[in-house]
């Protein structure tokens, strides 16, 4: 199963509140109370944030964190990168020299394909698009130019066919359907 890191999830949650209100100062607290996150996750989190450049602390009482920049220019692939490092399907295709059977592995270009493949689709989705009511469509195009068949084109003829079968059928009379 394809996954990102729990702390790369947390930041995602994190700085899309922020996103929804990005003129106000968050406090690791106010952050906490509004995801549902322990205090402590929440300031180790946004510690690495910060650090990774996607969000801005203040000291003081009145401190917290700002987001860096517009939402709308801050994407999923920035925050996983912040969190968790380098992005990779495999070990090889995020950071070259680290498996042992890179020299002679035959599936390493087709990973590093696919690595790239994903990282673009996160690299479209924005921090703003995650914040709004509904993510827009994402442009998978270097996908389907590889043959893969768009679900939604096989969907309607299954319902569809599925609907007319069901309306030939005969029905069987129920007690409740019987006429008296």
Partial sequence: MLRMSKLADYATVMLTVMARDPDTIQSAASLAAACGIPAPTVSKVMKILARGGMAVSLRGVSGGYLLPRAADRITLADII????????????????????????????????????VIF????????????GPALRAVDISAI?????????????????????????????????????
């Fill in 120 to 131: 673009e689709a996160l690299r479209q989705v924005s921090l703003a698009d995650m914040a």
């Fill in 81 to 116: 990168t912040a969190v968790d490092g380098p992005f990779g399907m495999t070990e090889c295709s995020a950071v070259p020299g680290q498996c042992e059977q890179e020299a002679m592995c035959g599936a390493r270009a087709n990973w590093q394909r696919i690595n790239r």
């Fill in 144 to 180: 389907r130019a590889r043959g893969v068949p768009r679900p939604s084109s096989a969907a309607p003829a299954v319902t569809s066919r599925t609907a007319r079968i069901a309306a030939k059928a005969p029905r069987k009379a129920t007690a409740r359907t019987q006429p008296e």
